[in-house]
């Protein structure tokens, strides 16, 4: 038996395959669960807070509506309280009741009956004469003093008609108003339904109940309490709280109670709704949740053992080709063939770069997307992208893949970041090959990242496209993990078009990225999922790129006003708190992305400033604009300095050995800037400092001596020497004699009497 177990761990130790599968299905499994578990623990506390704020709100809409109703159906009155007609017919006269004005004014209550739904009646009382005009009973006469009496003691919003003994709820109102003495009574009498219909469809969900402020019920599901005293238990639950609406745990703990208090009349509506009516998503939710983490699995198993064994097989190849053996289950060995292997062609790369420029697209584009390029023409860089390799028209995105904890993973080390940049990148180029996607792979190896740049041409923009793009991030992160054995995330920008569309969604998949310190790592993070939460969101593109070029020449005025305006967006144009956090997140990643990439020392000043962090814990816009600039811009106007003041040599030695061997090209100053790729002021700026003449008065002089010297040594016609040397004949001889105090046959003639 013992040798049985030894043969079978044997077997599953030297097929690494397999491995793979058990493994890669019991951290799914354990992961499914775990993430099962908390989806459902945050999504059913998430949807209690909403049924509960969405009852609440329903029970508060309905306290609303009935203070509504029964305001109104005060204002209606108020007029026929005011009535001349009214307040004569109650005064009776020594000649006796005026019957055509009580017949006027039978007319006025049964017009203000029908402007309301639900009035049992509109009664007027005339105690003097033991009158009642009713529009349900029209003209009566009674002989007793009590319904005067029960009148006199319900005034306001009471029960009970007295005529006929029907307790309903009455709105009574002394006539005239502040008499001392009542000389008749104005009653309107509700139907037991009018409640109810307030409330709607909300009543069915359970039983509806309403009260005055004194703890007597005005309305209850079998209108057999209206006017008797509420139990004891819901006055000590609910009468002695302070707050105006809440939520309590029903006595019988399976039903929940909400009550609204009223500020208009001190009344308050309560809905007893059973548990299982407003919390009844629990058991669909955990029944979705179980059949989804059970596909999921399923899935994922099959995926897995399919992965596992194609991820193998290019590992083993590789080793073969190396020289190597591959056996299955000793991946130590076969790790350090393709180390050794890869030390010694990253030698020979090492040396090939030493001799000549990096990779010139590569170059381009990281030079691009860093930003390098902000104050060139836009013809330009569209003929440079497609000189590279994209074409010009269509939009592009940007994916990001940042490898993350590789010194946990025990198989690279920490000065062997060009490896695992290649080992991803190869892992990039294969998953595009396999799924018959076009688009290129860039190298990041100083910031340890490799860049997918991604074209779609017009009329495929749409979720399919991003759907696949996302299967295309899903694929690398996965086979990153399977065949590295260390976890990868994937930024994914928005889709834009034009060269500043690629440097804008680099930005973009870099601000997603950012959104691990807040949801883990291993993920694929999109910035449109970001974005959804603010459809009408507008970043400040425009201002960004004067804000960078005039950074990028030393401008400072020009990056302050640039910043002021962007500030002055934010505080006019958005409204979402996490929309600014946003945009100056983006503003961070702009302005700092080509410095960032320039050197260690530099990406060590950057990290020390925890800027994400530091823009996140601002409360006021003052303090964000505080943080760029007395912390941010003069760490950037330091490094663009130190640019300038090493670079600024190196272009204008290159300008002076090329001016020489093209005085008859256009050597005008936006021709000149174009062609060494900085603007014509900051150019202009530099030479002027450098030479100590400015550049049109430096080109002037070379043309003319070289002009002196075919002048000198040969016969050719004024014309020519002029065209040679980059002039017209007018504006050659025209500047000649301007330094020379001569023209040119005068010159030549000199020479010749010598």
């Not at 491995?19 to 459902?40: D, E, K, M, P």
Request: proline share 3%; with cysteine; hydrophobic share 40%.
């Amino acid at each position: 038996m013992f040798k049985t177990f030894r043969r079978s761990m044997a077997w599953f130790s030297n097929r690494y395959y397999i491995r793979l599968i058990v493994f890669g299905t019991a951290t799914a499994i354990i992961i499914a669960l775990l993430l099962s578990l908390l989806s459902y623990a945050v999504t059913s506390r998430h949807l209690e807070e909403q049924v509960d704020l969405s009852s609440l709100e329903t029970v508060k809409q309905i306290q609303l509506s009935l203070d509504n109703r029964l305001e109104s159906i005060q204002r209606a009155l108020s007029p026929l309280l005011h009535d001349p007609e009214l307040l004569d017919a109650v005064y009776v006269q020594a000649n006796g009741v005026d019957y055509m004005k009580l017949a006027s004014i039978v007319k006025k209550l049964h017009s203000l009956e029908q402007a309301f739904s639900n009035i049992y009646s509109i009664d007027i009382f005339i105690p003097e004469e033991n009158i009642m005009l009713s529009t349900k009973d029209g003209y009566q006469k009674y002989n007793s003093n009590e319904y005067t009496e029960q009148l006199a003691a319900k005034l306001g919003w009471g029960y009970g008609r007295p005529f006929d003994g029907l307790n309903m709820l009455s709105f009574i109102k002394a006539v005239p108003l502040f008499a001392d003495k009542p000389r008749a009574y104005l009653a309107v009498y509700m139907k037991p339904t009018f409640l109810f219909q307030t409330a709607g469809g909300i009543s069915l969900l359970g039983e509806l109940t309403v009260v005055d402020a004194h703890g007597f019920i005005i309305a209850d599901p079998a209108n057999g309490m209206a006017g008797k005293p509420m139990s004891a238990d819901l006055i000590s639950r609910f009468l002695n709280r302070s707050a105006n609406a809440g939520i309590l745990q029903g006595s019988s703990k399976e039903d929940v109670l909400l009550y609204a208090n009223s500020s208009y009349n001190g009344w308050a509506v309560l809905l007893d709704i059973p548990n299982d009516a407003i919390y009844g998503f629990h058991k669909r939710l955990i029944l979705i949740y179980v059949s989804i983490c059970g596909l999921g699995l399923l899935i994922g198993t099959t995926l897995i053992y399919v992965q596992s064994r194609k991820l193998y097989k290019p590992i083993r190849d590789l080793v073969e080709e190396m020289g190597g053996t591959a056996t299955e289950g000793s991946l130590g060995n076969e790790w350090q063939i393709i180390r050794n292997q890869l030390k010694w062609k990253d030698k020979q790369l090492d040396d090939l770069n030493t001799q000549h420029q990096l990779f010139v697209r590569d170059q381009f584009f990281l030079e691009l997307l860093y930003g390098h390029y902000i104050t060139i023409s836009d013809d330009w860089l569209d003929r440079q992208v497609e000189h590279h390799g994209l074409a010009s028209g269509g939009q592009y995105c940007v994916m990001i893949v940042e490898s993350e904890q590789i010194e946990e993973s025990n198989r690279f080390r920490k000065d062997e970041k060009p490896l695992v940049v290649l080992a991803v990148s190869s892992i990039c180029k294969d998953t595009l090959q396999q799924m018959q996607l076009g688009g290129l792979v860039l190298q990041a190896v100083q910031a340890g990242r490799v860049i997918l740049l991604l074209q779609i041409y017009n009329g495929q923009l749409g979720n399919q496209v991003s759907e696949v793009h996302y299967r295309l991030a899903e694929s690398i992160r996965i086979s990153v993990q399977s065949f590295l054995k260390f976890p990868a995330s994937v930024g994914i920008g928005a889709y834009h078009g034009g060269p500043d569309g690629l440097r804008r969604s680099y930005n973009e998949a870099q601000e997603a990225l950012q959104y691990r310190l807040t949801e883990g790592g291993n993920r694929i993070l999109r910035f449109e999922d970001r974005n959804q939460r603010e459809s009408s969101f507008r970043y400040p593109v425009e201002l960004e790129k004067t804000m960078l070029a005039a950074l990028r020449e030393g401008n400072r005025e020009e990056v302050l006003r640039s910043f002021n305006d962007i500030v002055l967006h934010t505080v006019t144009d958005v409204e979402k708190v996490e929309t600014i956090y946003q945009t100056y997140h983006m503003l961070y990643t702009a302005l700092s992305q080509y410095y960032i990439h320039q050197s260690e020392v530099n990406r060590k000043r950057f990290m020390k400033l925890l800027a994400f962090s530091a823009i996140h814990d601002c409360h006021t816009i003052q303090e964000i604009e505080s943080f760029f600039v007395s912390r941010l811009l003069p760490i950037l106007f330091e490094m663009a300095e130190e640019e300038r003041t090493s670079s600024t040599g190196k272009i204008v030695e290159s300008v002076l050995k090329w001016l020489p061997e093209h005085l008859g090209d256009d050597l005008s100053l936006p021709r000149i800037s174009e062609y060494f790729k900085v603007s014509p002021s900051y150019f202009s700026r530099i030479f002027a400092r450098q030479i100590g003449t400015t550049f049109v008065e430096y080109v002037s002089g070379l043309r003319i001596e070289a002009a002196k010297r075919k002048l000198a040594e040969t016969d050719l016609p004024m014309q020519v020497i002029a065209r040679e040397v980059g002039y017209t004949e007018q504006t050659f001889r025209r500047v000649f004699k301007q330094i020379m105090g001569q023209n040119p046959t005068q010159y030549r003639e000199s020479l010749r009497k010598r």
